[in-house]
């Protein structure tokens, strides 16, 4: 059970402009130790200015108010400071062509990321533990095209886990790739994170992967969270005029349903 001192990841009160424009307003979440949250909302709604803030960038649009709690250390979304990742939070991009880079091996590329985060790029069990529970076969000497997206897809998130995040965010994980593809590999990675005490950020529009995999969602319109609490309670009884509209307008109870007979074929 969630209870009130376990947060990992705290966002209060971020604002962000893009010239005069206000995309982010006074925006306020939080991500307990190994939980998954989502944040859900329509295209413009700022959901990728929200994580390009979090990972310290301040173009095209810049934070002026606000502060992000991680893992014990607080910083002013306005502090100079501010500018880097924190450490302890691994991104994956929602496209797998920017994760990777097409002329090189995905062994090259694989043993690169280990050698920035654990100081070797020797292969060891753990990862050939993580690549296994990923599912992911020998690199053998593809390069990035010769495997499938949802494979590439995989890869990636094995690369982010390798530096055993305490939180991974993930991008329009379902953007790329078939839904039910998706819904496969959002499994697989929960069953690591839960495992590994890995708390999960999925930014996303459809509301079924909220529904299928957070503990509390975040509902996100205009730049604006207008609802943040549990996801059952928020889907049931959603309050605001806009989480009605999102709840009341998605055919995802279908989704959730299928979402549990995906297969290996789905790759
Ligand atoms: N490079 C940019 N220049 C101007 N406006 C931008 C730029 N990128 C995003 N925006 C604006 O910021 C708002 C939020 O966009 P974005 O964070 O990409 O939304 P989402 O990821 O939810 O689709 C939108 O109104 C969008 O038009
Ligand atoms: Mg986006």
Not at 157 to 174: H, V
């Amino acid at each position: 059970m969630r209870t009130d001192n376990k947060a990992l990841l705290k966002v209060e009160n971020l604002s962000a402009r893009i010239d005069r424009q206000v995309v982010l307003d006074n925006l306020s979440f939080e991500v307990d130790q190994g939980e998954c949250v989502a944040v859900v909302g329509g295209s413009g709604a700022g959901k990728s200015t929200l994580l390009r803030c979090m990972m310290g960038l301040t173009r095209p649009a810049s934070p002026y108010r606000g502060s992000l709690w991680f893992g014990g250390t607080e910083r002013c979304f306005t502090s100079k400071k501010q500018h880097a990742r924190p450490e302890g939070i691994a991104f994956v991009p929602q496209n797998p062509d920017h994760g990777f880079d097409p002329l090189k091996r995905l062994n090259w590329q694989w043993r690169q990321a280990a050698r920035i985060v654990t100081g070797s790029s020797a292969f060891n069990a753990s990862q050939q533990a993580l690549m296994d529970s990923l599912g992911l076969r020998s690199f053998g000497s593809s390069f990035p095209h010769q495997w499938s997206r949802g494979m590439q897809q995989r890869l990636l998130l094995g690369i982010a886990l390798l530096g055993k995040p305490r939180l991974l965010i993930l991008d329009e994980p379902t953007s790329a790739l078939d839904s039910l593809i998706a819904a496969q590999v959002l499994r697989t990675v929960m069953t690591y994170a839960q495992e590994q005490d890995i708390a999960l950020l999925i930014v996303t529009h459809d509301l079924a992967l909220a529904a299928r995999f957070a503990t509390r969602t975040a509902i996100m319109t205009a730049g604006q969270i207008v609802e943040f609490g549990e996801t059952s309670k928020l889907l049931d009884e959603p309050n605001t005029a806009y989480g009605k509209l999102l709840v009341s307008h998605r055919n995802w109870e279908v989704a959730v349903s299928h979402g549990d007979t995906v297969s290996a074929a789905a790759e």
